[in-house]
């Protein structure tokens, strides 16, 4: 089989790990996964799940270094859109004005993980990457902004660290204290940028 | 032996719960915490909490219930103080600036409790009560301030929830990639009192 064949394989096997991984964490929660529950989620060979890991945290950090890496690289921006509309995305994405019932699944996935990290070092750093991986993507958005004149002349780093606060914190406070779709942190989150990032 | 003395006896088991329980979860994690192990930790009769507790989701609710009390009531805001104190005091309460050991503890504490509570009912009404009084809480301090000239006259309802936001985002963050014990959140929420709230 071609060396291309094997990284397709490789990666179909992964995308089918991380997908039995999310349905078992949403079915059983972290406290009580096991690898078997994530292998009867499993549509593929359950041997191939165990001969790769050997505990469910060896599985579960890969399968948030893969849902982390879709969340928060550079890929997530579109490079041609206009920094407004880059802005608009980077927004969307973190604190959407509504979670349909995908995306709140996802972002329990990851809350219930995130729980793991100041108690497991491996997972800290995974959370750690994800959060510089933010951070680079939003100063760069943010510097292109105030050279095109679409924001105003605000301290990047600063805000970029404010907005990345202000979006985790209103997902958290919508997650842990409503059941809604609405978000209601995400009306304060525009009021913000409309008031002291968007150019006039 | 009369009413006073119930009560005292009770809350002094109450709290003797409480610290078991906190003792356990740091040593176990909410994951593998028992009734067990709490009883492990337990100076009192073992009795007393079996008899008080079927689940330990029954326990953590009180423990919780009393942990967000302390940290959100009116009371934990001196009301002679004036409103630049009492918000020096919120914002050192909700992100100080360096972790002692044991502020680290209860903070992970809550943490941990929080991620039951997008899919634990009776744990998100006790955060969305914990919301709600620190809501009412930053609001009255903001009111008063922009009202002796403290604070500059923005709006009290979209400042309070920016500043919950805030804090709970640069908290979180903190937790999930980082084990130093300086919050570099806190400089970025000083930046933003202080460039927008403070009067000068």
Known sequence: MAADGDVDQRSETQRAIVEATYA???TH?????TIQAIADEFEKSKSLLYYHY???DELLIDV???GLDQFATRNAVDP???PREQIETFLDRSLPATLDDETRAFRLTIFELRSQAPINEAYRE???RADRLLHETLVEILERGIETGDF???DPAYTTDLLLSLTEGGMTRHLVTSDTAEVAARDTLDTY???TLLAD
């Open 152 to 154: 105003r002349d605000v």
């Open 29 to 33: 929660g972290y406290a009580d996964l």
């Open 24 to 26: 078992a964490l949403q």
């Open 193 to 195: 940028v409309e008031s």
């Open 80 to 82: 041609d859109a206009t």
């Open 54 to 56: 050997d505990t469910k």
């Open 126 to 128: 995974q959370f750690a």
């Open 64 to 66: 948030l270094k893969d």
